[in-house]
């Protein structure tokens, strides 16, 4: 697996985790949800995000 698949999986998990969470416990959790696709939109701009400094450590290739 790639740095970019380990990338939009988590990515994708959180956005379902936090959408359920936010209908079925709290709606705040959509704030998690707007979070998340705010730092998607800033990393298309600067190629750049934590969650890849993350994926690196953990062993996933680069492309």
């Known amino acids: 697996m790639t740095i970019n698949e380990g990338l939009r999986g988590i990515a994708g ?7 359920a969470l936010g209908i079925w416990v709290n709606p705040w959790f959509f704030a ?9 939109l800033q990393s298309a701009f600067s190629h750049t995000c934590p969650m890849m400094g993350i994926l690196k450590k953990a062993g996933l290739r680069a492309d």
């Open 13 to 19: 998990s959180f956005i379902l985790i936090s959408v």
């Open 32 to 40: 998690f949800t707007a979070f998340v696709g705010a730092n998607l």
